[in-house]
């Protein structure tokens, strides 16, 4: 994996730090976004969350306590920015501002249900979702005529596992899988999900992988899609390092992202910005189910491992760094029981547990 083992244990450490300080503050998080067109009274007054217009832009303002030591690392980071001295070496592990940076992504989602409401109200054809990659100028103030500047946004270089496999070529099955990623970060939620199964078409296209049904089972079985025939006869046990235990997760997964993208398509689903978790999901169950002999075999799976790590990368530590949701996850943690991992199998298990879609999760999903 691209993030080593020192790098994620100063993420612990400083985050830790952060989280546990009882010395709270209140600062305001600002940031512009720019807009291709401008829409009717875009103004947000909904506390913590304030977005004016002006123009083509946007600015935004959002109210959030942190703490007192999360606070002072970024005014020292800025100080020593303005005054050219040299950073502590701890501070430039810790990288505060991706802290940060990891709060306003419920701000985003807010704005973005606000453009779309206005695209298809106001007819914006220019009018996009956005991302945190959209944002620029981002600065906490906690005083009157007091800013600190955040380092954002990021410029990120050729991810190292990606170049590695360069001289591989992104077949369109592969080149599908990658736009779903892009869209997932762009909270296109619903093109995400297209994305993901039209990859999955192209992929059993590619291989040439077809069923046929005997004539008796055209006479009395229930009428299946192409789709789920070809779903259920290459992932399983013949096809794949994997146990039928784990397989019919994949199956149960793609088969109901599959129902979830007729839904779409049909018009009769549009999945809201507060589910980027199905996305992500869907995107690790395609993962899994690339690990067929096709795949392995033809030495294209390292190929689409490194892009998933540089998806994971992107989503769990530039992107995820949201000290709220980290604090209530360990919590969460806290109160399961710890599973005592033993061998392979043991790790295989909990993997494809951690990728099932729970009633609960389709429950919310499919709320309107």
């Known amino acids: 994996m ?6 994620l244990k100063n993420i612990m450490k400083s985050w830790h730090e952060y989280y546990r300080d009882t010395n709270k503050i209140t600062i305001f998080i600002k940031y512009n976004v720019k807009l291709p ?14 977005v004016k217009q002006d123009s083509g832009e946007l600015h935004v303002t959002y109210k959030k306590i942190i703490t007192q030591t999360l606070f002072e690392d970024i005014k020292e980071f800025f100080d020593c920015f303005k005054d050219k001295k040299p950073i502590r070496d701890e501070l430039l592990k810790k990288n505060p ?23 298809y109200k106001e007819g914006h054809i220019l009018l996009k979702t956005i991302s945190q990659f959209d944002i620029y100028n981002v600065f906490i103030s906690n005083k009157p005529g007091e800013f600190y500047p955040i380092l954002w946004p990021l410029s990120l270089p050729i ?5 590695k496999y360069q001289q591989n070529e992104a077949t369109i099955f592969i080149k599908d899988m990658i736009d779903a990623m892009t869209e997932y970060f762009n909270f296109n939620l619903d093109e995400c999900i297209r994305k993901i199964i039209t990859s999955l078409e192209n992929y059993f296209s590619h291989y040439n992988l077809k069923t046929k049904k ?57 999945i809201n910005l507060d589910n980027q978790f199905f996305c992500k999901k869907a995107i690790g169950t395609l993962l899994y189910i690339y690990q067929s002999k096709f795949i392995i075999n033809n030495d294209k799976f390292n190929f689409i491992f490194s892009f998933y790590s540089q998806f994971l990368m992107i989503n769990d530590i530039i992107m995820g760094m949201d000290l709220d949701y980290l604090e209530e996850k360990e919590k969460t943690e806290k109160n399961k029981k710890t599973k005592m ?26 709320k309107k």
């Open 2 to 7: 691209y993030t080593s083992i020192n790098k």
């Open 37 to 50: 067109s401008k829409v009717e009274d875009f103004n947000i007054d909904d506390d913590p969350l304030y």
């Open 97 to 119: 501002s991706q802290y940060i940076i990891g709060y306003l992504k419920h701000t985003i989602i807010r704005i973005n249900k606000e453009i779309l409401q206005r695209k």
């Open 159 to 163: 991810f190292p596992e990606v170049k």
């Open 214 to 270: 005997s004539f008796l089972s055209k006479m009395f079985s229930k009428k299946q899609s192409k789709v789920k025939n070809l779903i259920n006869k290459y992932v399983n046990e013949e096809y794949y390092h994997y146990k039928e235990r784990d397989l019919k997760i994949l199956r149960e997964n793609i088969l109901y992202i599959y129902s979830k993208r007729n839904e779409i398509v049909h018009d009769k689903l549009r």
């Open 341 to 366: 991992i033993k061998d392979k199998d043991d790790i295989d298990k909990l993997m494809f547990e951690g990728l099932i879609i729970s009633k609960s999760e389709k429950k919310k999903l499919n």
